[in-house]
């Protein structure tokens, strides 16, 4: 490179040595948890986001990686969704963390000083969803065929999830929906554009059209479809049980949706890749998970 060695050896003699908690930038990491109640297990309920958080980062490391690769083979597709799949599930199986380790005391008392913030709120998870998939597959099922050729911003209008954030009393967006648009639905519209020929589905269409052998892939997005569509939201949902459901009345959630009738995922229907499953399976999406999870309540 044209450059003197000896000089740069010289400026390491004078350079600090690098250390585990600069590399990681550990204090800064440690310093991010900001409770905004005395209540103690609030630091663990914002610790788990950002755990969380942080796999939601991790997927989508390996998103961006898959759909931006110039000569993407079977072989580095299915490698890296089999990441995305570890990292869910690490979370599916943590989730017990939430699930039984705060007392529902100071959980109730705390949430009342967060809302109308809600995980619902999450981008990286709706950004996860929208590399995973067609964006049709995420407008709600029962309008998806009255949009199939509509633009990404029709179809935005007819997202999934707008349907489980209206108000219980009025059938008002709520607030904590309005928020979220308001940050990120300009970046959810034009992902959803810039990975219209790129996102998982489409890939693998792609992959079989030029004749590479896809049932490793199709094998492992199979995974990631139950993993994220039915695995991971049941552990989420047994934390709003836990935590929520009181007789005779539930609980409102902070951000306000009716989350018995909505968060369930044989009621959501979210899948990525119907032409994977049968029409057996997909008639009976997420039951026998659900009827598992609630017996094991
Ligand atoms: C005690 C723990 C938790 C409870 C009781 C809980 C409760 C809820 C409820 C009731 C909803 C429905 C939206 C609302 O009205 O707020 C929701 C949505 C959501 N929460 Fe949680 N949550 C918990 C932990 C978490 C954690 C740790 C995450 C991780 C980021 C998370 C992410 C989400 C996401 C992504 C949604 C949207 C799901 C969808 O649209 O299908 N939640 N949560």
């Known amino acids: 490179m044209g450059q003197d060695m000896t000089s740069y050896l010289d400026g390491l003699l004078h350079a600090d040595f690098l ?3 600069d590399y990681i930038h550990l204090d800064t990491l440690l310093s991010l948890q900001s409770p905004k109640t005395p209540f103690p297990d609030e630091e663990i309920f914002i610790m788990y986001h950002q755990i969380t958080e942080l796999y939601f980062k991790l997927s989508l490391h390996e998103c961006k990686q898959i759909a931006e690769h110039q000569n993407l083979t079977a072989e580095f597709f299915t490698a890296r969704v089999k990441r ?5 599930e ?3 199986q943590s989730f017990e963390i939430m699930v039984d380790g705060m007392e529902k005391e100071q959980f109730l008392q705390f949430r009342m000083s967060l809302l109308p913030a809600s995980g619902f709120q999450s981008g990286q998870y709706r950004m996860i969803e929208i590399y995973a998939s067609d964006f049709i597959n995420l407008v709600a099922a029962d309008q998806r065929e009255a949009v199939r050729s ?3 911003e029709e179809q935005f209008e007819h997202i999934y999830w707008k349907f489980g954030a209206t108000e219980l009393s009025t059938g008002k967006k709520t607030l904590t929906l309005n928020q979220f648009e308001k940050k990120y639905a300009k970046t959810f519209i034009e992902l959803g554009k810039q990975v219209s020929n790129t996102n998982f589905n489409a890939l693998l269409q792609q992959l079989k059209y030029k004749g590479q052998s896809t049932p490793a892939l199709e094998q492992q997005l199979r995974r990631l479809d139950v993993n994220v569509n039915v695995n991971w939201p049941l552990s989420h949902y047994k934390s709003a049980v836990r ?4 007789e005779p009345e539930e609980i409102k959630a902070t951000g306000g949706t009716n989350w018995q009738k909505y968060l369930p995922p044989r009621f959501q229907r979210r899948i990525f890749y119907p032409s994977l499953w049968s029409v057996d399976e997909l008639e009976h999406w997420g039951k026998a998970w659900v009827e598992k999870a609630v017996s094991e309540l």
Request: hydrophobic share 45%.
């Open 243 to 246: 935590y929520l459901h009181r």
């Open 84 to 88: 995305i799949n570890t990292y869910f």
């Open 150 to 152: 509509a633009t990404i």
């Open 19 to 21: 250390t585990y908690w």
């Open 90 to 92: 690490a979370l599916t």
